[in-house]
């Protein structure tokens, strides 16, 4: 039998294919993955603040996640239009001081420790894929592109922060009108365009569901940034708005990887 | 084991590393002729031994529980599963027999030899090969193989208990794990050195084996001749000279002498070869050392066919005509002609013989037509012995010539045998060669024989003065007569007594029947061109629009039964084959397959080695005559060759109830294939989380090859590669499977 192996390579191997798409005929599949990446150049910029117990704590920024979720009809057995929907969760690094107001008039400013900001972004893509001219969609490796929209926002929460004094003699100075937001989370968030795309591959383990992975590359762009986005009136971001450190923290997080489970209807 | 080099190439080369073979060589007979005119070929009979039902897995899981105490641990995983799955792939791939006339006869043999060695006796087993490679090999598990060929070549009962005496001699003293262990440890030695081992082991099997033979008590005369038979065993089975008149039918029927050599080919072999780098001993070397040992030994038996002369030769012949078998399969129609010839002087009547005459002629014809005539003749520098003759005569025709020759010889053979319904098949299929072949011109053709034409022309053209009646009957040409007649090759006034191929057909061209069939294929071949025609004149869209469209109904044949036949799985691990995830992986793809022609209405007929334990020797046969069928279509790869077991296959269609035949095979390896782009990568940093994960996930590499045969037509109807990039999982099997039988399932 092993001969055959050869000869009927030599016989067929260069005829065109033609096939039934589909895992065992279903053509529709339902993924469910979640997404991780190393943000390489973030760590560049230095480690942050991070939570632990109420204590703040120096630590590089190791790791962003995503949850993916998508569908997908497959038109051919190598073509498929499909859509998605995205949850990423990423860091940007926090101000390191703030201007305060005292209750006398005038200000001064005060350097701080600040938990890192969680920032969220939700991404709906339409997308499609293909595979090689012998594929069978939705199962094996493909190819996905997509272009999509996304929305950034800085998440809401209690950020756990802690102040210098900048006074000579090291004391806290009194403050009047102090607001411990120092950013206006109900402000709008910011809208971009997401280009991207995947090697995916899918592996199905039954008659229905398949383990999928893959290596995802995006370039995300900020379209459509607010009129005012950072702090209110009482203390402000001194570094920089977070709308530039949210698009920019977007645009370097050009590789992820996914792992999930995906359905064929 | 090895006493000669001449490996079959359908046993696994890897194997050959872990055995010694033994090639040897025979008289004519006239036993059993009532049996060899409606011959069939060989098949398995009785109970199907362990050997076959086992699964591989299994043995080697036995054999590393027992372990060999020669071998370290390591070793031993790596010799037991060389030889499991190198013999399991012999013992499964159509060509091995069990339970045969000739496995039943080596079986007495070594009762004989074995005597007084019972245990010895009941771990042995004979099996039959079919090849025409003249070998005998035994292995560590305790299995003798002889070939078809071997058994064709010897001239004695006693020269087969010789080497079969030799082979197990090899079997008790362990000379397989020995010479594996040998090579692991001295992997650095040259090939020189691990010859001289390998000749010691080989002289140690013939003085052991000399013992047992002559304590079986067989003739001291016949060690000898078996060397002999060993020296000569690349000619044909036997030494006749045949001449041109073997191929006129009729006196009426001229062919060139030139087309015969006028010299005879010297038979080149001598005893005393160069064997510096040989598994064994040269001729000389042996025979010299076992005449020492003859004129050291006394007592002496005088047996020489013990189980009789007829049996004997009715053995001998049941191999030969395997010999012819073996011969059509693999597309060797030079040696076919000879085999026959040589065959058809005891046996005259066979009918089997004209049917292999016929296929040979058709395969002659057919490479001919495709200009690869060289593939089914020796080369000019192989050219020895009486069979040269048949060699140089083939290669000394022409296209036009062949093509007439051949014809002259398939047609005598059918109007002689009209009512044999596989000959009349193969008749066709030769029309339709020579149809579609666009070599054959009708008109190129006399309707004249040679004799007659020659007459004609001397009559017309030769005016002998002293002879006036002559002069009389004969008017004078003008130059325009002349030219028309130039023009129609049937006025005997343009005879060319070079051009003998014109005059072989006169009866043939004729032929109400012939031209009925002619015109028909032709017809059908008009209609092909005209397609072709048609698509060459579309537009690349409009072609690739055709394309797809026959790619789409390519599967689409409306098949609701199928015999499904081994499906089989090889997972590469480096660069071998990892046989325990593919045997596991086999029995998943036979999963896949039952499930979907369940799911898709189709219904299947599995036939595997994994269920012969259940399905016994009738399923083992039909296995086996599938696989030959599939072997003989590859042989002949681009070509439309006639199936040799074309009766067996109709039994199975009768058995079956479908003519649909499913083979397919499942191939994975991964291979990232890094290369120097890793380098590059590496280098240029920024690359690096684009190149490595990309190729990483891209190294694997499934392929799913699929083909359909008929049986009927002996043909593959239709075939499907899918290419994949993903690993060769259950239900990644399943869904290409699915998708497959889906389509098969429906029609155009």
């Known amino acids: 039998m092993r001969t055959l192996v050869f000869i009927s390579i030599f016989f067929i191997g260069s005829s065109v294919q033609a096939q039934n798409t589909g895992l065992y005929g279903k053509k529709i599949s339902l993924d469910l993955s979640f997404g991780g990446a190393m943000p390489v150049i973030n760590m560049l910029n230095g480690s942050m603040y991070k939570s632990r117990s109420g204590v703040l704590v120096e630590k590089l920024d190791m790791f962003d996640y995503s949850i993916r979720t998508g569908a997908s009809y497959a038109l051919a057995n190598n073509f498929a239009l499909g859509f998605e929907f995205d949850i990423e969760f990423m860091n940007i690094h926090a101000p390191t001081y703030a201007y305060v107001s005292y209750p006398s008039g005038g200000a001064t400013s005060m350097q701080m420790k600040h938990e890192a900001l969680n920032m969220r972004t939700m991404v709906f893509m339409p997308r499609f894929e293909f595979t090689s001219h012998s594929g069978l969609l939705p199962i094996g490796l493909s190819h996905q592109i997509g272009i999509g929209f996304s929305r950034t926002k800085i998440v809401q929460k209690d950020y756990e922060h802690v102040f210098y004094p900048t006074t000579y003699n090291n004391e806290l100075p009194i403050l009047d009108d102090f607001d411990e937001r120092f950013y206006d989370y109900t402000n709008d968030a910011f809208k971009g365009l997401v280009f991207m795309y995947t090697l995916n591959v899918r592996t199905p383990i039954n008659k229905f569901m398949m383990i999928t992975y893959g290596i995802r590359y995006n370039f995300n762009v900020g379209i459509d940034a607010p009129a005012y986005f950072g702090a209110p009136d009482v203390t402000y971001f001194a570094e920089s708005n977070a709308y530039s450190a949210s698009k920019e923290r977007r645009l370097y997080s050009l590789i992820s990887f996914n792992l999930g489970m995906s359905f064929a209807l | ?748």
């Open chain 2, 1 to 748: 084991m090895i006493i000669h080099a001449e490996l079959d190439k359908n046993v696994n080369f890897n194997t050959m590393k872990f055995l010694f073979l033994i090639p040897l060589l025979t008289c004519l007979t006239s036993f059993g002729q009532a049996d060899f005119n409606n011959y069939t070929t060989l098949l398995s009979a009785g109970t199907i031994p362990e050997d076959f039902t086992v699964l591989t897995y299994d043995k080697l899981k036995n054999d590393l529980a027992e372990g060999d105490k020669s071998l370290r641990r390591t070793q031993e995983k790596v010799f037991f599963e060389g030889i499991n799955y190198a013999i399991d792939d012999l013992l499964h791939s159509g060509y091995v027999t069990y339970g045969d006339e000739i496995s039943t006869y080596l079986e007495k043999i070594a009762d004989k030899l074995l005597k007084k060695d019972k245990k010895s006796r009941s771990e042995l087993r004979f099996y039959t090969l079919k090849s025409n490679s003249v070998n005998a090999f035994s292995t560590e598990q305790g299995i003798v193989f002889v070939t078809t060929g071997l058994m064709s070549q010897v001239t004695s009962e006693a020269q087969i208990a010789y080497i079969l005496a030799h082979e197990i001699a090899h079997y008790l003293e362990h000379h397989v794990v020995e010479s594996f262990s040998y090579k692991t440890k001295n992997r650095r030695h040259s090939i020189e050195k691990m010859s001289v081992y390998s000749k010691d082991k080989e002289l140690e099997a013939d003085m052991k084996g000399l013992e047992m033979y002559q304590a079986a008590g067989y003739s001291k005369d016949e060690i000898i001749p078996t060397f002999d038979v060993l020296m000569y065993s690349y000619l044909p089975f036997d030494e006749i000279d045949i001449s041109l008149s073997y191929f006129q039918h009729s006196d009426s029927l001229f062919l060139p002498p030139s087309l015969f050599p006028d010299k005879k080919f010297e038979i080149k072999a001598i005893e005393d070869e160069d064997d510096s780098r040989s598994t064994h001993p040269n001729i000389k070397t042996r025979k010299e050392a076992i005449t020492e040992a003859l004129d050291n030994s006394k007592n002496w038996g005088t047996d020489i066919n013990f189980q009789g002369d007829e049996k004997f030769k009715y053995i001998r012949n049941i191999a030969r005509f395997e010999a012819v078998r073996n011969d059509v399969i693999e597309a060797k129609y030079g040696r076919a002609v000879y085999s026959i010839f040589l065959l058809e002087r005891d046996f005259p009547e066979s009918m089997y013989l004209k049917r292999m005459k016929a296929q040979t002629w058709l395969g002659l014809l057919m490479y001919r037509l495709n200009n690869k005539i060289s593939r089914t003749i020796d080369r000019k520098s192989d050219y020895e012995g009486a069979s040269a003759a048949i060699h140089y005569m083939i290669r000394k025709m022409n296209k036009d010539e062949l093509e007439a020759f051949a014809t002259r010889q398939m047609y005598d053979i059918y109007t002689d045998n009209s009512s044999d319904e596989e000959i009349k098949l193969i008749w066709e299929r030769f029309v339709k060669t020579l149809a579609f072949g666009e070599n054959f011109k009708l008109t190129e053709y006399s309707k004249s024989n040679y004799e007659s034409a020659k007459g004609i022309f001397e009559i017309n053209n030769i005016i002998d003065p002293n002879d006036s009646t002559t002069v009389q009957a004969k008017a004078p040409k003008s130059k325009y007569d002349r030219i028309k007649s130039k023009k129609d090759v049937d006025l005997a006034l343009n005879f060319d007594s070079t051009e003998f191929r014109t005059y072989l057909l006169p009866d043939i061209i004729v032929s109400e029947d012939f031209n009925a069939i002619f015109e028909k294929y032709k017809d059908e071949f008009k209609a092909e061109k005209d397609l072709e025609d048609t698509y060459d004149a579309m537009s690349y869209s409009d072609q690739r629009k055709f394309d797809q469209e026959e790619s789409k109904n390519r599967l689409k044949l409306g098949i609701d039964e199928l015999i499904v036949v081994e499906p089989t799985v090889y997972s590469y691990k480096k660069n071998s084959i990892d046989r325990v995830k593919s045997e596991k992986l086999e029995a998943s793809f036979s999963e896949v397959i039952e499930e979907s022609s369940a799911s898709t209405g189709i219904k299947i007929y599995p036939i595997n080695s994994s269920q012969l334990s259940t399905e016994g020797t009738q399923s083992y046969n039909e296995r086996s005559t599938l696989l030959n069928m599939l072997m003989q279509i590859t042989n002949n790869n681009d070509m439309d060759p006639f199936p040799v077991d074309y009766e067996l296959l109709n039994q199975l269609e009768e058995n079956y109830g479908t003519t649909k035949v499913m083979f397919s095979v499942v191939e994975h390896r991964y291979d990232a294939d890094l290369g120097m782009g890793a380098i590059y990568a590496i280098i240029f940093y920024p690359a690096a989380p684009i190149y490595f994960p990309m190729k990483l996930l891209m190294g694997n590499n499934t392929e799913i090859n699929m083909i359909i045969l008929d049986t009927k037509e002996a043909r593959i109807v239709t075939g499907s590669s899918h290419y994949i990039k993903d690993s060769a999982r259950k239900h990644t099997i399943g869904a290409h499977v699915y998708s497959i039988f889906t389509q098969l399932n429906s029609t155009k």
